[in-house]
C-alpha cells in the first residue's frame, strides 16, 4: 500500500487492511516512523521514541495475526501513550525533570489491555508536567506545536497524543483527563477524544494527579476508533479500587447513524460571556444537525457552572499535593546533588525537580488542607461537588445527552496562555464539572474558525452512557462526511 | 485583593510542601496563591448547609483483598531506579548526627 493512503487511514481501517494482508504491521509501523522523521522536528509529538523496539514488536505481532492468534480491530495498529502512563522498560517522565531518567518495572494497566489487543506502542507522547497545564508548553523537554498550525498549540494536558493523532505520526493514542485533558487538546488538533465514566479504565500505573478525577481514555481520528479503542481499554481491575465492573462494553454496538428521538439539552450557559463567536456560532450550527435528522433539541439552565472552576483548583490541587509527595529523591527520579541531611535533601529536590505551575499547585493544594483552612476550603469544595453532580442529574433526568463547546476559543498561539495562570484555568470551564461529577463526556470536530484551526464540539453523558454518546457522535460525523 | 498571604504563611505553607523557594518565587507564590484564593472564595456565595462533602462519584464500597505478593521478587529492577543504592538498599543523606 502506498505510504500516504496507509497514513491517512483510521486505526480499524489500517487494522482490517492487516488483517486482509493488505498490508502488514510492520509496513504499518515503518510507515509511521518515516512520518515521525519528517515531521517530529516541528511537532515534537513525542518526549521517547524507541524505533527498534517498535519495530521488532511489529515483527511479532505480525507473525500472530498470521497465525490467527490475534484477531482484533486494532491489532498491528501502531500506538502513542501519553508519557505518564507507566510503560514497563521504556522511560516515563511525565514531562518532568524529577522522573527524566525514571524507568518502571511494570506497565500501566490500560497499556496492558492494549498489548493485549495487539496494539503496538510507538513511543511516549508530550504533556503538560504532570498533567497540569492546558498547552502543553509546561513541558520541561519543551513545547508541542499545533499541526493544524504550528504557531499555535495543541492544548493539553494529552497535547502530544492530540498533535500525535493529527499530525499522523501514530494512528490512535492514549491520553488522560482531569479536567479536560483529553477533550480539550483533541478540540484544538481537530480529532476525536474521549473521558470515559470515573472508574471505567483502571488508573493504576497512571502518575496520580488529582486521584478523584483522573481517568484515562481514547484519541483517535475517528468515533469508530474511539469505540473500538474503548472498548479494549476498559476493564475491571482489582489493583484500582476505584475501578468498576461493567457489564455491557460493547462500545461498538452503538456506532448506529441514528439521534431520532433523542432528547438533547443546551446548557444556556455554557453560551455566555467569553464564549468566542465563531465557536458559538459551528457548535450551534452542530446542534441544529442534530434537529434536522431528528433529536428533542432544546436549551436549558444547568446552573453552577461559575463554581466549577474554583471547585475543580482547590480538589485538583489538594490531591495533587498529596499525590506528589512521593517525588521525594529517594526510590527514583532526580536527586539533587550536594544536600545537608535528609530534610535538606527533600526540598532541594522537589524545589528543582518540579517546574513553576507543579509548585504553584502543590503549594495551593497544601494550604488549603492544612490545619484550620481544611474546612473552609477543601471541605466547602467537596459539598459544592455534590451540589454541580445533583444539577447533572437533574439535567440527565430530562435529556440522553448535554451538547455545548469544548472550550471558549480555538487553539491560542504559542507562548500567549501561560504569562496569566488565572486566564489559561478560565479556559476549563466547560470540561472540568464532567470530571467532577464523574461523567463520560466526547469532543469531536466541528468546523474550523477563520484561521484554519478546528473547533471541538463536546457531548455529554449521563454516567454508562457513554453508548449514547458514541451514537450521537457517529451519527454527527456520518451526516458531517456526506455533506462535504 | 482579599486574601493577603503573608511571608509567615508562605514559609509554614514551604514547610507543608517540602518546598524551598527562592525569594522571587516566594513573592509570586504570595501572589498567585492570593488571587487563586479570592476565586475560590467565590463558592461562599453557595449555601452549602445540609450538603454532605462529596469525596467520591459513585456509592460504592471499600475493596478488600488478601494481602498475596502476585509479581514476584522485583526489588533489583526497583532499585535501579534509585539514585543512591548500597548492599541492595537505598542510600539516604545522613538523618542524624
Known sequence: ?484 | MANIIDDETIEYVGILAKLELTDEEKEAAKKSMGEMLDYIDKLNELDTTGVEPMSHVFQVQNVFREDVVTNGDESEKTLQNAPGVKDNMFVVPRTFD
Open chain 1, 1 to 484: 500500500m502506498e505510504k500516504k493512503e496507509l497514513l491517512s487511514l483510521s486505526a480499524t481501517a489500517l487494522g482490517k487492511a492487516i488483517r486482509t494482508g493488505e498490508t502488514s504491521a510492520v509496513e504499518a509501523m515503518e510507515a509511521v516512523l518515516g512520518q515521525i522523521r519528517e515531521t517530529e522536528s516541528v511537532y515534537h509529538c513525542y518526549v521517547t521514541i524507541d524505533e527498534e523496539a517498535a519495530l521488532k514488536k511489529a515483527g511479532q505481532i505480525q507473525k500472530k495475526i498470521q497465525s490467527g492468534e490475534l484477531t482484533g480491530p486494532l491489532a498491528g495498529v501502531p500506538v502513542a501513550i501519553k508519557d505518564n502512563l507507566c510503560t514497563e522498560g521504556v522511560r516515563t517522565t511525565c514531562s518532568s525533570k524529577i522522573l527524566e531518567n525514571f524507568v518502571p518495572t511494570f506497565s500501566a494497566e490500560a497499556v496492558k489491555n492494549l498489548e493485549k489487543a495487539g496494539a503496538v506502542m510507538i513511543g511516549k507522547t508530550n504533556m503538560d508536567e504532570f498533567a497540569m497545564g492546558s498547552t502543553t508548553e509546561t513541558s520541561y523537554f519543551g513545547v508541542t506545536r499545533n499541526p493544524r498550525n504550528p504557531r499555535h498549540v495543541p492544548g493539553g494536558s494529552s497535547g502530544g497524543s492530540a498533535a500525535a493523532v493529527a499530525a499522523e505520526e501514530c494512528f490512535f493514542a492514549l491520553g488522560s483527563d482531569t479536567g479536560g485533558s483529553i477533550r480539550q487538546p483533541a478540540s484544538y488538533c481537530g480529532v476525536v477524544g474521549m473521558k470515559p465514566t470515573y472508574g471505567t479504565v483502571s488508573r493504576y500505573g497512571l502518575v496520580a494527579y488529582g486521584s478523584s478525577l483522573d481517568q484515562i481514555g481514547p484519541l483517535t481520528k475517528t468515533v469508530e476508533d474511539c469505540a473500538a479503542v474503548l472498548e479494549a481499554i476498559a476493564s475491571h481491575d482489582l489493583k484500582d479500587s476505584t475501578s468498576i465492573e461493567r457489564k455491557d462494553t460493547d462500545f461498538s454496538a452503538a456506532l448506529i447513524k441514528d439521534v431520532k428521538g433523542m432528547r438533547i439539552g443546551i446548557p444556556r450557559d455554557y453560551f455566555g460571556e467569553g464564549l468566542d463567536s465563531e465557536v458559538k456560532d459551528a457548535v450551534l450550527r452542530a446542534a441544529e444537525l442534530f434537529r434536522e435528522n431528528g433529536a428533542l433539541v432544546e436549551e436549558f439552565d444547568l446552573s453552577l457552572v461559575e463554581y466549577a472552576i474554583p471547585t475543580y483548583y482547590t480538589i485538583a490541587a489538594a490531591e495533587a499535593s498529596s499525590n506528589l509527595e512521593r517525588f521525594d529523591g529517594i526510590k527514583y527520579g532526580y536527586r539533587a546533588p550536594e544536600a545537608e541531611g535528609l530534610h535538606q535533601m527533600y526540598k532541594k529536590t522537589r524545589s528543582q525537580g518540579f517546574g513553576a505551575e507543579v509548585k504553584r499547585r502543590i503549594m495551593l493544594g497544601s494550604f488549603v488542607l492544612s490545619s484550620g483552612y481544611y474546612d473552609a476550603y477543601y471541605l466547602k469544595a467537596l459539598r459544592v461537588k455534590a451540589m454541580i453532580r445533583k444539577a447533572f442529574d437533574d439535567a440527565f433526568a430530562k435529556y440522553d445527552c448535554i451538547l455545548g463547546p469544548v472550550a471558549p476559543t480555538t487553539a491560542p498561539g504559542l507562548g500567549e496562555s501561560l504569562s496569566d495562570p488565572m486566564k489559561m484555568y478560565l479556559g476549563d470551564i466547560y470540561t472540568i464539572s464532567v470530571n467532577l461529577a464523574g461523567l463520560p463526556a466526547v469532543s469531536v470536530p466541528c468546523g474550523t474558525d477563520q484561521n484554519g484551526l478546528p473547533i471541538g464540539l463536546q457531548l455529554i453523558g449521563d454516567c454508562f452512557q457513554e453508548k449514547k454518546l458514541i451514537q450521537a457522535a457517529y451519527t454527527f460525523e456520518q451526516i458531517g462526511k456526506e455533506s462535504r
